[in-house]
């Protein structure tokens, strides 16, 4: 089945914990995002990256990290996590780096981050 | 800057009955626009895509129209049913300087009575 998948799907942590929470999509899309979701303000995006190795900031990207090594794979780390980043967080990836009009987005189930 | 509307904010219709969920948009200068759905804490699902080129996109009970000169978009659900209770969301990508971001619609939270 075509997906993309993150790990964990919910997540409690504490203040300046090192996390980092996974994305990984089986369709060999080039282009990937990460987008966090809270009340009132709807969607941003955090970070993208346009294939292996190209990464750059979206609306939101302070506070956090990507790297993305590998195709199939696109990490989002927070390096010293502060209660401000509460929130829901979505992986989304596409097939083309460039814009084209046959091409929706396939979004992950979500990670669920609680920081205390 | 792009701004997505969507209209009604929440709707509650009676299970079976047809209905249509509007989205706006301020910049017609779009590619393609995708119709997705979101359970309460749960992801994305997407429903439809309807690229610039295309007046309508079918899927099942689901219809989208796209009309880009008005800026508008409706997603018309037939036949309504409790399972489709969920929040929806239109979104249009943007492409800027080596970035494709979406900007999503402000959501439209359905309930079907039973």
């Known amino acids: 089945e075509a997906q993309v998948t993150q790990n964990p799907r919910y997540l409690i942590t504490v203040t300046g914990k090192k996390l980092t929470v996974t994305c990984s999509q089986n369709?060999?899309?080039?282009?990937m995002s990460w987008y966090r979701q809270d009340p009132g303000l709807g969607l941003r995006q955090i970070y993208y990256?346009?294939?292996?190795?190209?990464?750059d900031k979206g609306d939101v990207p302070e506070g956090y990290k990507v790297s993305r090594k590998e195709k199939r794979n696109f990490p989002l780390i927070l390096e010293s996590p502060s209660p401000n980043q509460t929130s829901l967080y979505f992986c989304?990836?596409?097939?083309?780096?460039?814009?084209?009009?046959?091409?929706?987005?396939?979004f992950g189930s979500g990670t669920r981050l609680t920081v205390v | 800057k792009q701004e997505v509307t969507q209209i009604p904010a929440a709707l509650s219709v009676p299970e079976g009955e047809n209905l249509v969920l509007n989205c706006s948009f301020t910049d017609s200068a779009i590619y393609n626009l995708q119709w997705f759905r979101q359970d309460p804490g749960k992801g994305l699902t997407s429903l439809l895509l309807i690229q610039s080129s295309q007046r309508e996109q079918t899927s099942g009970r689901l219809n989208a129209s796209l009309d880009k000169s008005s800026g508008r978009s409706t997603l018309y659900i037939a036949a309504s049913q409790p399972g489709d209770s969920a929040t929806y969301l239109c979104?249009?990508?943007?492409?800027?300087?080596?970035?494709?971001?979406?900007?999503f619609g402000t959501g439209t939270r359905l309930t079907i009575i039973p």
């Open positions: 989304a990836s596409t097939p083309a780096g460039t814009p084209s009009p046959n091409y929706g987005y396939t």
């Open positions: 990256s346009m294939n292996v190795e190209v990464t």
């Open positions: 369709m060999n899309h080039e282009y």
């Open positions: 979104a249009v990508p943007k492409w800027d300087f080596g970035n494709e971001k979406l900007t």
